[in-house]
């Protein structure tokens, strides 16, 4: 695909959505290039829609328009957008992305210097509300447009907030595109350390191998800090957790350190643990050095390097007298599977300073293996007369949907993408959204994409460990039915003549309440979202349920509140605990007939369960196969040398698997088979079905 297809197919897209959606084409527009540089990791925090324009007061006469905000807590930062969307092939020259630039400038103006009319329940109140008590927080102006950066744009005038500069970024459809080109094959990080000043100090400290090599490094501050400051949170990843703000302990201790004692920061700090794909070495004088690095990630110390940035930025803090202690991993040749389960072992191994638990390296977790399977197993039932069936595609990792089609003939892209529709592939953090919201965790929902991810990959790991066999065909159409009602939902909050702002803490709040009326209401039953699957729609009958309780959220979380920023207000829990007190939700008399009675469901989720479990051992059996009958002698001579055999069980299951293929372990032998090659992973031996196995 090239840029021209990609910006034919994204136009197509924001005009269908807009029609979907009620919204304009510069509001899709936005919501969906903003999604994009969130995933490439350009962005980080949830993009909120903050539509303002007028003329500037006090008789400047200049014309404002803002589009849209976002608070970045990783670099301490507040971008505001302006659109500028064209049906033409019109090209985004220096003297209109100025003349943009300009809108905004006026508006961040307009709120210091002015009493601008803006209605207290918006967005836009926010944004202005935020801009008058930065102090020390960067400014970014950020303009999106599907047009062509004009050859003769390379450079622009510089525009100024409070006496600081703006960081002004154009993202025009060229670099929108290499962005999505970028995370179909994510684009390496690539550090020459001599344009930092010279290459580091090393050590080659540990080689495995074929699958990685490890140095000891000594990296200035500095040079860190420049390095973070230039990539942002893309260096960070591989890193199991975000940076948590000065407010966290072990981040105040940093601080601390960097202002108070700056030349003990190598003896306090932990040090960072750092990953990269290629590196080049050169000798000197002074011994080794590391020059470069290719696909460079900080997967462990992103609260160091994110707390060096943020106190030169906001502290003024000088860091010549600060170094930084670095692992860094050179990772082999391997899949991605293996290179993410790789960099998570390192990353859980290396981590000190927090504790994190498995559900933080959630993205190998045997549950998303789970959903993708089924995913591509299980189509949805046609509708409409139309004589084929779709899928909804589970999307386990990222860019997967596009890869899938990368080596089609456009004749056979078109069938996958009949069969596949976009409007029905599901990410990990929407599969997170929809569950969170019928689990009714609205607040935690409105944290954002990853805070809500995390936690529902907590309480997925918890659940996956007590019974995996939960996750099953029927969770997944129920999932999927999640979605659609969700969708719907946002349909008609975008409708509504009242909407203005906040359709994203409207909707999970929404779908809260409703659920939560449905427990009280039917205490013995529950809404019948099999049928909704079956139907692959929302039940007519649903609209006008929905449009009074989008009303009725609306008017609550914009109403009287504790909480200035609504924004704020939806992530406390009290909001979402003081609506189930205050808001009541009306259900028609015969809504019964959409509810079934909770002993049903539990006995089809009890078959969909057997009926997992039975492919779930057809799974192990089918691993326990594919080693040859000497292999498992060896990995009898290993657990039994190492004293790694747990009990009587699997030594009996190691000798029946010794006798492969005469004789077939059982299920129950093939569970603990598996059990003690985990065993023997975690210390260092690894076994591939060719009959190698290697001592890591």
Not at 149 to 178: H, M, P, Y
């Amino acid at each position: 695909m090239n840029v021209d297809e990609y910006r034919a197919d994204l136009e197509a897209e924001v005009n269908n959505d807009a029609l979907n959606f009620g919204h304009g084409q510069a509001t899709t527009f936005a919501e969906k290039i903003t999604a994009l540089m969130s995933e490439a990791e350009y962005l980080n925090g949830d993009y909120q829609e903050a539509f303002f324009e007028g003329t500037s007061p006090k008789g400047y006469h200049n014309k404002m328009r803002v589009d849209g905000f976002l608070t970045d807590e990783a670099d301490n930062s507040i971008a505001l957008f302006v659109v500028h969307y064209t049906d033409g092939n019109e090209n985004m020259t220096k003297t209109l992305a100025e003349k943009n630039f300009k809108l905004l400038e006026s508006f961040a103006e307009a709120v210091l210097t002015s009493d601008l009319d803006i209605e207290e329940s918006t967005a836009t109140f926010e944004l202005a509300e935020a801009l008058k008590a930065s102090r020390d927080e960067k400014i970014k102006f950020i303009l999106l447009t599907n047009a062509r950066r004009s050859t003769g744009l390379n450079d622009i005038k510089k525009f100024f907030f409070r006496g600081r500069e703006v960081d002004c970024q154009i993202w025009d459809i060229e670099r929108i595109f290499a962005v999505y080109d970028s995370l179909q094959v994510r684009e390496p990080i690539r550090i020459d350390f001599d344009d930092y000043g010279g290459g580091l100090p090393c050590l080659k400290a540990a080689n495995a191998g074929d699958e990685c090599e490890s140095f000891l490094c000594v990296m200035p501050g500095k040079i860190l800090a420049d390095i973070y400051d230039e990539y942002g949170s893309r260096l960070l990843e591989g890193n199991v957790r975000s940076f948590l703000s000065t407010k966290c302990a072990v981040n105040k201790k940093i601080r601390a350190t960097i202002l108070n004692q700056p030349e003990k920061f190598f003896a306090f700090n932990n040090g960072i643990a750092a990953t990269a794909t290629r590196i080049e070495l050169r000798s000197s004088a002074q011994g080794l050095l590391l020059a470069s690095v290719v696909d460079f990630q900080v997967i462990n110390g992103g609260q160091t390097t994110a707390s060096l940035s943020n106190a030169r930025f906001k502290d003024k803090a000088d860091l010549e007298k600060i170094f930084v202690q670095m692992k860094l991993t050179r990772i082999g040749e391997m899949t991605i599977d293996k290179q993410a389960e790789l960099v998570g072992d390192i990353s859980r191994s290396s981590n000190s300073q927090n504790k994190v638990s498995d559900a933080d390296f959630f993205a190998t977790h045997p549950f998303h293996v789970e959903m993708e399977k089924i995913s591509r197993r299980i189509p949805a039932p046609a509708q409409h007369g139309v004589q084929y069936q779709t899928w909804w595609f589970y999307e386990r990792a990222r860019g997967q949907y596009v890869q899938a089609q990368m080596k089609m003939t456009p004749a056979q892209k078109k069938a996958f993408q009949r069969k596949n529709p976009k409007a029905q592939v599901m990410t990990k953090t929407d599969f997170a959204k929809y569950r969170m919201s019928w689990q009714e965790h609205p607040d935690i929902v409105s944290k954002g994409a990853q805070a809500n991810f995390a936690k529902f990959a907590e309480e997925i790991d918890d659940a996956w460990k007590n019974n995996p066999a939960q996750f099953n065909d029927y969770y997944f159409k129920e999932t999927a039915a999640l979605a659609i009602m969700f969708h719907a939902v946002e349909r008609i909050v975008s409708a509504q003549v009242w909407y203005n702002s906040y359709r994203a803490n409207i909707v999970t709040y929404s779908l809260a309440i409703f659920h939560n009326a449905l427990k009280k209401k039917f205490p013995d039953d529950e809404l019948n979202l099999l049928a909704i699957w079956n139907a692959q729609q929302m039940p007519p009958a649903f609209d006008e349920i929905f449009k009074a309780i989008t009303f009725d959220v609306n008017n609550f979380i914009t109403g009287k509140r504790p909480v200035t920023n609504v924004t704020q207000w939806c992530k406390q829990a009290a909001c979402w605990d003081n609506m189930k007190q205050s808001l009541r939700v009306e259900l028609p008399a015969n809504f019964s007939r959409h509810m079934t009675d909770k002993k049903s469901i539990k006995a089809e989720k009890k078959d969909a369960a057997v009926t997992q479990v039975i492919s779930r051992e057809v799974d192990a059996q089918s691993k326990i196969l594919s080693f040859s009958g000497a292999t498992w002698q060896k990995i009898f001579f290993d657990a039994k040398a190492r004293k790694l055999i747990a009990n009587v069980a699997e030594q009996s299951a190691l000798k029946t698997a010794i006798k492969i293929p005469q004789r077939i372990p059982q299920p129950f032998q093939c569970e603990h088979l598996l059990r003690l090659l985990d065993r023997l992973e975690e210390n260092g031996l690894t076994y591939q079905s060719d009959a190698g196995y290697s001592d890591a």
